[in-house]
């Protein structure tokens, strides 16, 4: 038996694990040294050789960065014909307050043009450039915008057959979106209120419905967190962030293949939750710290993770792969197959987390010590472990989602791209309900419709305010949710 030490003295030991054993009657407990940091320190490594091994050949394909370094404002998009086939040689300029710059589109269509910083300014589309046989929506030549709010603005042009936008208006394919975390084939600076039609309303339906599943990976491993620890991971937008980045890497400066790339997404994105919980959050629990210091942890982690991808990879975007998937129609709009696979896969992940939720030994235990995890210990349920693998599978669906984002917005990937939608992965958590998963599933359904569905009638710019009012409004009128239960204070 280990004697503590003396009332006011205090040992200095090694850190240690402590194991019970039980002969003839009573409890032997022994101390073994727990060398963790061991194979945390080699994983650290492993992952910054990676990084750094990633982010060194980035530049080649890069949105091209302005060189004085206050420019740190620009406009990028991608031109396609109506099949999808990237169109180059095509020529973009930019023009506002006495400035002009022009781009000409590369062999996948891509484009950029830096501007010297925020202000109104107008894009316009070389007709002359097009190739023949196609024309460019009369509405979509010289268009308007205003950059301020982010430091990247996407820009649609819609290319087709001549006389196919005869009496037509601005919808269309969604595949393009602006790199600050939109979505939808919307320009930020204008307002469609002015241009309602039904097939605007289909085309947003589908559209919030994919944001809105890609949103629920995510938004499950918050509150499967917060149902398992309490606590409010405020970092939980850098693994977002971090699934698209290594994905980028992989498919972009290793080249290697979608498929090999979305397993090396989800090996490191479990690695990372492993981490997380490894390395801070299970000492913290050890020692007992209050859960609003563990909060201000998190918030901390997450500033000090999102200057660390900035680092790393600048404060541009990066451009992933040209998605050339087939367009198919469906009655008065377009979906790209790849939104479609995204939506499939997104339905598929989240069965498979309610099956395991709630017909496996593991699942029914992270539900019992969600529940209530004194009395899951109590029952011989070991909390620890349960925690451990919630924050493996929390950050693994993060980082999926993280995938699937980054082509959601364009095909484009951001040091802060996680941090721009954490509010609405709350507001989907808070929305179902606190520790619900099945609940974090259906407010962010709702959410992603809200967001998408409001660019309609409102300004593009205010559809997070939309999600952001539904969250207050949850909060005032019903706390516990939609799915969550009334609980009894005092």
Aim: hydrophobic fraction near 45%.
């Amino acid at each position: 038996m280990v004697t503590p030490p003396c009332n006011g003295h205090r040992a200095h030991r090694i850190p240690t694990r402590r194991a019970s054993r039980t002969t003839g009657g009573h409890v032997e407990t022994t101390l073994r040294r727990t060398r963790w940091w061991f194979p945390l320190i080699a994983l650290l490594v492993a992952v910054g050789a990676a990084i750094g091994l990633g982010a060194a050949p980035a530049d080649a394909t890069s949105t091209p960065a302005p060189t004085d370094p206050s420019q740190t404002y620009q406009f990028q998009g991608i031109v396609r014909s109506d099949p999808q086939t990237p169109l180059a040689g095509v020529v973009i300029t930019a023009t506002g307050d006495g400035f002009e710059g022009t781009a000409t589109t590369g062999a996948d269509g891509r484009w950029s043009i830096a501007v010297p910083g925020p202000g109104a300014y107008t894009v316009t589309i070389d007709e002359a450039t097009i190739p023949s046989g196609l024309q460019v929506n009369p509405e979509h030549v010289s268009r308007e915008f205003t950059i301020g709010t982010t430091n990247s603005q996407g820009v649609l042009f819609q290319i087709g057959e001549p006389g196919s936008f005869d009496g037509a208006g601005s919808g269309g394919d969604d595949g393009e979106g602006t790199s600050s975390g939109s979505g939808s084939g919307s320009s930020s600076g204008e307002s469609s209120s002015s241009r309602f039609s039904w097939s605007q309303l289909g085309q947003r339906l589908f559209t919030g419905l994919n944001f809105g599943l890609l949103l629920a990976l995510g938004a499950i491993g918050i509150t499967l967190i917060f149902g398992t620890t309490g606590v409010n991971n405020f970092a939980h937008g850098e693994m977002l962030t971090f699934g698209a980045l290594v994905f980028y890497m992989l498919t972009t400066a290793l080249h290697l293949p979608v498929w090999l790339s979305v397993l090396g997404v989800l090996v490191a994105s479990a690695a990372f939750g492993w981490l997380h919980d490894a390395a801070i959050f299970r000492p913290l629990r050890r020692r007992r710290v209050g859960l609003v210091q563990v909060l201000i942890v998190t918030i901390g982690l997450s500033i000090a993770l999102r200057y660390f991808f900035q680092f790393l990879f600048g404060g541009g975007s990066e451009t992933l792969a040209v998605d050339n998937s087939a367009v198919i129609s469906f009655g008065t709009f377009n979906v790209r197959v790849s939104n479609i696979v995204s939506m499939v896969v997104s339905v598929i992940i989240l069965l498979a987390v309610a099956f395991f939720l709630t017909r496996t030994r593991i699942g029914k235990a992270t539900r019992a010590v969600s529940d209530n995890s004194g009395l899951a210990a109590a029952s011989g349920i070991n909390v620890d472990r349960v925690i451990r693998i919630v924050w493996v599978l929390a950050g693994t669906l993060t980082g999926l989602s993280g995938v699937l984002y980054a082509y959601f917005v364009g095909a484009s990937v951001r040091w802060d791209m996680g941090f721009i939608i954490l509010l609405l992965l709350f507001a989907s958590v808070t929305l179902g309900g606190l520790g619900s998963a099945f609940g974090a599933l259906v407010g962010a359904v709702i959410i992603g419709l809200a967001t998408e569905l409001s660019t309609l009638w409102l300004p593009t710019d205010l559809r997070f305010a939309v999600a952001l009012v539904i969250l207050i409004l949850v909060l005032l009128l019903r706390p516990q949710g939609v799915l969550g239960r009334k609980e009894r204070i005092g």
